[in-house]
Every structure is written in structure tokens, then in C-alpha cells.
């Protein structure tokens, strides 16, 4: 159970660190969504076209990016109501994606192409003799691994950067950026691009995973990432054990409909209970002890 | 003054067009008795959902545009009603309101209600309904397929398999169901039927039913498939929409099996997908739409298809079938094809008028 909830968690992470940089610059992204499925159709299409995982994940990459450039245009220069920019762009992907791939493939439905290879495992095969090390370490897709140099990555730009310190600046107090001499929006820019970066990506890996593009792949992944930002008090290792306690509770909701008597339906509604009660505890605790965010 | 009451005069004007002229307009669109002699005989399908990426509701058109090209007064037109259900009784109104329609051809297990709803406000518009059932509606015919039959069916052929029949069948006895929800006809019918087919085999065979609680999340039904596969199971037949892709990732990276249902699915893995049991949907469609045009069709009626008909069937004509199943399992497997054809299975319908 431990092992999927990692692979599970990765995807959520990847978004939820994406989303992390625009939250902390003052940009509420609610298009991670959108832009996790246009990661996933471009890393089909991309995987497809080259027959290479890495060419898939960079054009998941690139397209989570085109997303996130057109969120800045919009919502930050040409000055648009951000909450109304986030929701066109997850209806422009929604829309948009059935229209490219009718165009390209002639279906608008399973986008199942050639040479899409197989997402790669690592350390498959090795044990260490203690279990549950082995279940949250080894034998998972490339991804999962992409994740752990991730958050260390975010924690680092964020806290120890000159341009993490101004990126914080922009969310915080964005006059004082500019009293410097700083334009806030260029932060803001690059905050949406990291974040269209990180959600492209994590829909690549849910496609990759799958070898094979459907409508609604993304399956509410995004809102859930955005989730995770605020459970995780907006800290890149607070994500990483919010995603983490989404990812065991959905991994729970599986396992346990093979072994308990209680209808799956029910059970599958665990992961939102926990994730509302989680929220109301962190409100609880914000209440107690804000954070210096 | 007189420039307010020219700007009233203009308002009760533009109000007086804005019912008048739809209510003229719509007037001009009803039948008229001197058109009644050479007016094509219409037909409207109305698809719960979207036609692309269903095979259920392609075979629907299919059979319905097949009857129609084949008749030489009859026109077809083709809604999409979209998945918002709440949204479909609207529709399927709007559609009889229009009065445009000699027939509205639908498909679905909830349609055979919601027809008999506008039926009775609109007593002209005839309906017919497959893959529901309703019984004593004058203007509305349905016809069900045998889901027992073909549950049973994928049951047997998953416990042929799982009892040692191919390369990758494990040692635990276990056989896996994934549905995309909860349903009378899952729980009722489909789910025992399929654990029913496979006992045929052996009696110790389990089942490991699973819900993905909805028709698109192909990355949880990954997830539920490597859980079944971790309990043992071997072979997983897959009735969860767009979640079936999920369940033949698993599969092709764990060496597993996996059986679809309503339509071939051996396309979506070569060697994984490795049985299919058939509804010809289109075939029924395709009949009944042309006996409607013809005018044989008998409403009121609400039939019920199964493997003795030729409407339940198990794919064996695909190359792929004859390539990775042994020819025991589908020597067995005909045999039982040949028992259902012989003596049918009884069906009783959830909540069936």
C-alpha cells in the first residue's frame, strides 16, 4: 500500500510545489488543473512522436509552461480577474484538448498512440531486507525520484535565494519590491512559469504512467494539489507531507476495499473526509499559532 | 412626454416580437396536414453522453444511420445530451416539444423512465429505448440485453483462466471485478452473475470486487488493479469507462489479464485484453429502427435479448483471441456458448416496472 501512495503522491507533489512558488508571490494559481492535462496530452503526443519518456515529460513541461505564460498575460499584465483567468484556462484545456486531438488523431476520446514507451522503473528487483524501506524507496517510476530533489530544490530557492526572498516579497509586500527598484511582476511572472513547469510535468507523469491519454486524466488532481499548498502551512516540505497524507489515505480507500466488508463507494470518499478534516485542522492550528506567511 | 411614450410604444413593440415571432416560427415548423403525404420519416437519437470514445453509443448511430441510409424517405439527426444526467429529461422534452420527430432513439438503463415522463405530456412521441426495459407504454419500446448471460459469460472465461489456463494465472483462485460505480444492475446482476460463471469452474474460485467511483480516473483504477493483483488475482474484468486503461497498464506491467465487456476490446492490449463478451447493439438498433420506418414496430413491448437471440455473443472472431488463448479454454468456452443457446439464463431486471 506505502509503494502506491508514493507513485500517487508524485504527481500531487510536482503540482503542489508548482503551485507553491505562484501562492507565495500572490497568485493563487486554480489552473493547475488545466494544466496538468494539457502536461499529460503533450507528453502522449511528445512521447509518441520521439518514442522517448524524457521528450514526453518535457513537452508535458512545455505545454504546463504555454499555460502558465497565458495565465501571466491575462491575469497579471493585462490586469484580468486572476480567479476568472484560472477557471478559463481549465475550460480552454478541457475544450481545447478534444479539438487538438480530433484535429490530430481523429478521436476525441482514449488517445492510445505508438511508440509510447514505458515509464522506467528503478531499483527494481532490490531488497534490503527491512520492507517497509523498501516500499517507500526503491523499485518506483522515474518520477517519484524526480520528486525528492524537488522539494529540496524548492526549499532552497525559496529560503536561501536572493530570488526566492524577492519572490516572497511580491506575496508579501510587493512595495517593497518595487522600492527597490524591482518589478514585482517579473517574480510574478516566473513564479506562474514555475508553476505551469510543475503541474505540466506531474500531468505528464500521470499519462506516462498510463502510456496512454484519456479525457480527464488529471481527475481533480490539481484542486487537490492546491489543497496541499494551504495543509502544508505553504512550505515545499509541508507540501511534500501533505501530498504524502492525501496519497496514504487514497492508498487506505484501495487497499481496503479488497479487505473490509464495507461497500467501495463509501470508502472511496475517505481521502475528502480526511482532506476536509485536515483543513479544518489547519485552520484550528493557524488560529493558535499563525504562520509567517 | 411624446418621447416617452414613443420609447414605451417601442418597448411593448420589441417585447410583442420577442414572443411572437418564436411562437410564429415554431408554428411554421409544426406538421402540416398537406406535408404529412411526402415528410421523410424523422428520427432524432438522443446520446446520454457523447458518441466519440463510446462504443455503446457509436454502435447506437451506427445501427440507427444504417436503417436510415437503407430507407428512401427517413432522415436522421444525432444530440448529444452531454453527462450532466439532470440535464437529459430537459433534452429529451425539448425534442417532443419540437413535434419534429417521428421517433426518439435512445440508450441508456435510466432513458426507459424519463421517456415514459415525457410520454405523457407529449402522447404523439413514440420512443425506443435500448439497453433499458419498460413494459406497457403504448408508444415506447425498449429493449434489454441479457447482462446475466453475458456476465456470466466473462465469469466462466475468467475462471478457465485463472484456474491455470494461461501462461501468467497465479496460484490463488481469485478472479477481480472494477466498476466504475455501484448500480442495481452491477450489484444485482452483473457481479453475482460474473462470480456465478466463474464457480462453474470451481467452486473455491473468489471474487475481489472493486469501485472506482467514477468512468474516467484510469490512474485509481491503476492503483485498484495492482491491489487486486497483490491479493492474487490474475484475471480482471474491467466495466469502468475510461478507468479500463488503467487496469491494462497494470496488467501489461504485471503480467495480468483483462476482460471487457459490451464491446471487443483486444485493440486496447494485445495479449492482455484477452476476452470480450459482445452486446450487438447495433444490430438491435439497426432492426428496430427499420421496422419502425416501416412501420412494423410494435410499441408497448419491452424484449429482452440474450445468446439464444444472437444478441449476447463472446468475441471469437478476433485474430487475437485465437492467437493468445489456448484452444482448450476456447473449446470449453464454446461449449458453454452452446449450453446458454440451448437453455437461456432468467433475468430478472432491477427495478422493472
Redesign the interface.
Known amino acids: 500500500?506505502i509503494y502506491?501512495a508514493i507513485?500517487?503522491m508524485a504527481p500531487l507533489l510536482l503540482a503542489g510545489l508548482g503551485g507553491l512558488f505562484a501562492e507565495l508571490a500572490g497568485v493563487l494559481n486554480i489552473a493547475l488543473e488545466g494544466m496538468m492535462l494539457a502536461g499529460a496530452f503533450a507528453a502522449i503526443v511528445s512521447a509518441s512522436l520521439t518514442g522517448s519518456i524524457a521528450a514526453g515529460m518535457l513537452g508535458g513541461l512545455i505545454a504546463g509552461t504555454v499555460l502558465a505564460y497565458l495565465f501571466y498575460f491575462v491575469g497579471i499584465r493585462m490586469r484580468a480577474n486572476i480567479f476568472i483567468v484560472g477557471l478559463a484556462i481549465n475550460l480552454l484545456a478541457a475544450g481545447s484538448i478534444p479539438f487538438l486531438s480530433?484535429a490530430m488523431y481523429g478521436?476525441?476520446?482514449?488517445l492510445?498512440l505508438p511508440r509510447v514507451p514505458?515509464m522506467p522503473g528503478f531499483f527494481v528487483g532490490i531488497e534490503t531486507g527491512f520492507p517497509l524501506l523498501d516500499q517507500i524507496f526503491l523499485g518506483h517510476s522515474f518520477g517519484v525520484y524526480l520528486t525528492v530533489p524537488a522539494v529540496l530544490l524548492a526549499g532552497l530557492v525559496l529560503q536561501r535565494t536572493p530570488f526566492g526572498l524577492r519572490l516572497r516579497s511580491t506575496g508579501k509586500n510587493p512595495e517593497t519590491l518595487r522600492a527597490v527598484g524591482l518589478n514585482p511582476d517579473r517574480y510574478r511572472r516566473a513564479a506562474l512559469l514555475i508553476s505551469g513547469m510543475g503541474a505540466g510535468l506531474a500531468g505528464s507523469l500521470?499519462a506516462l504512467?498510463?502510456?496512454?491519454y484519456?479525457?480527464?486524466?488529471s481527475?481533480g488532481?490539481g484542486w487537490i494539489a492546491l489543497v496541499t499548498i494551504y495543509l502544508g502551512y505553504k512550505r515545499p516540505f509541508g507540501v511534500l507531507i501533505a501530498a504524502l497524507c492525501f496519497a496514504l489515505a487514497?492508498?487506505v480507500s484501495?487497499?481496503a476495499?479488497?479487505v473490509l466488508q464495507i461497500?467501495?463507494?463509501i470508502l472511496?470518499g475517505l481521502p475528502y473526509i480526511l482532506t476536509v478534516l485536515a483543513m479544518i485542522a489547519y485552520s484550528a492550528m493557524r488560529r493558535v499559532a499563525p504562520s509567517d506567511d | 412626454m411624446l418621447t416617452q411614450r414613443v420609447s414605451h410604444l417601442a418597448i411593448s413593440l420589441l417585447c410583442a416580437a420577442l414572443f411572437v415571432v418564436p411562437a410564429v416560427l415554431f408554428l411554421g415548423c409544426a406538421p402540416v396536414e398537406e406535408e404529412e403525404a411526402g415528410r421523410p420519416y424523422s428520427i432524432a437519437v438522443f446520446v446520454p453522453g457523447v458518441v466519440e470514445g463510446s462504443p455503446t453509443y457509436e454502435m447506437l448511430v451506427e445501427g440507427v444511420r444504417r436503417a436510415v441510409d437503407e430507407s428512401e424517405n427517413a432522415e436522421v439527426r444525432v444530440v448529444e445530451g452531454g453527462f450532466n444526467q439532470a440535464e437529459w429529461s430537459g433534452s429529451i422534452t425539448s425534442l417532443a416539444a419540437t413535434e419534429s420527430y417521428d421517433l426518439i432513439v435512445s440508450s441508456n438503463p435510466s432513458l426507459p423512465e424519463i421517456a415514459n415522463e415525457v410520454s405523457q405530456s407529449f402522447p404523439d412521441q413514440r420512443f425506443l429505448v435500448l439497453d433499458g426495459y419498460w413494459e406497457g407504454n403504448p408508444r415506447m419500446r425498449t429493449v434489454m440485453f441479457n447482462q446475466r448471460e453475458q456476465a456470466y459469460l466473462n465469469g466462466y472465461f475468467a475462471g478457465l483462466v485463472t484456474t491455470g489456463g494461461m501462461p501468467a494465472s497465479r496460484e490463488a483462485r481469485r478472479i477481480g471485478l472494477l466498476a466504475g460505480q455501484e448500480y442495481p444492475m452491477m450489484n444485482q446482476v452483473i457481479r453475482p452473475a460474473f462470480l456465478e460463471g466463474a464457480q462453474v469452474v470451481d467452486p473455491e474460485i473468489e471474487l475481489d470486487f472493486r469501485v472506482l467511483g467514477n468512468w474516467f480516473d484510469a490512474g485509481r483504477a491503476a492503483d485498484l488493479a495492482n491491489s487486486m493483483l497483490d491479493r492474487g488475482v490474475d484475471v480482471i474484468l474491467s466495466i469502468a469507462g475510461g478507468g479500463n486503461q488503467g487496469v491494462i497498464a497494470t496488467a501489461r506491467d504485471r503480467d495480468a489479464y483483462v476482460l471487457w465487456f459490451d464491446s471487443s476490446g483486444f485493440h486496447h492490449g494485445p495479449g492482455i485484453v484477452i476476452g470480450s463478451s459482445l452486446v450487438k447493439l447495433d444490430q438491435a438498433a439497426y432492426e428496430r429502427t427499420r421496422a419502425a420506418i416501416n412501420g412494423s414496430l410494435e410499441f408497448g413491448v419491452g424484449e429482452v435479448l440474450g445468446v439464444a437471440d444472437g444478441y449476447v455473443t463472446f468475441d471469437s472472431e478476433d485474430p487475437n483471441y485465437t492467437e493468445y488463448v489456448p484452444e482448450t479454454i476456447r473449446a470449453q468456452h464454446e461449449q458453454l456458448m452452446q449450453r446458454l443457446m440451448d437453455e437461456p439464463m432468467e433475468f430478472d431486471i432491477p427495478g422493472a416496472n
Open positions: 500500500m502506491y507513485e500517487v480530433s478521436t476525441k476520446g482514449v492510445r514505458r500521470l504512467r498510463l502510456g496512454v484519456l479525457p480527464n486524466v481527475a488532481r487514497e492508498g484501495v487497499a476495499q479488497g461497500p467501495g463507494t472511496l
